[in-house]
């Protein structure tokens, strides 16, 4: 499974920006894939996941209801991108957004790092 993360870029207050997480590599259903960030000297911490089998979506406390988490697997069995809309961005916001994978749901331990097995590059959101 391979992970290639897109879409970051600097906005403003208020601004939107929408990740992009192609995932290639037998992710059409059955696993759990998310969003986590990175603020620069803090801890990795996730934003949204998504169970690719029937799209049940988690959000992390903090998103407020600004994010959407939403995939696209309609054209190729071997591909799967997933989204992550960011509406109503705040300075907060400012990290680097990787995407990540594992076989199984997501459930409720989805938050913890350590469970992904595939990780993409990041891309840097920046919020001023």
């Known amino acids: 499974v391979q992970l290639v993360e897109s879409g970051g870029g600097s906005v403003q207050t208020g601004g939107s920006l929408k990740l992009s997480c192609l995932a290639s590599?037998?992710?059409?259903?059955?696993?759990?894939m998310a969003w986590f960030r990175q603020a620069s000297g803090q801890a990795r911490e996730g934003v949204a996941a998504?169970?690719?089998?029937?799209?049940?979506?988690?959000?992390?406390?903090f998103v407020g209801g600004r994010f959407t988490i939403f995939q696209d697997n309609a054209m190729d069995n071997e591909k799967n991108t997933v989204y992550l809309q960011m509406n109503s961005l705040k300075p907060d916001d400012t990290a680097m957004y990787y995407c990540?994978?594992?076989?199984?749901?997501?459930?409720?331990?989805?938050?913890?790092?350590?469970?992904?097995?595939?990780w993409g590059q990041g891309t840097q959101v920046t919020v001023s």
């Open positions: 990540a994978a594992r076989f199984g749901v997501c459930l409720n331990r989805w938050t913890d790092a350590s469970r992904y097995y595939y």
């Open positions: 590599g037998d992710v059409d259903s059955g696993y759990c």
């Open positions: 998504i169970d690719t089998g029937d799209g049940t979506t988690s959000y992390a406390d």
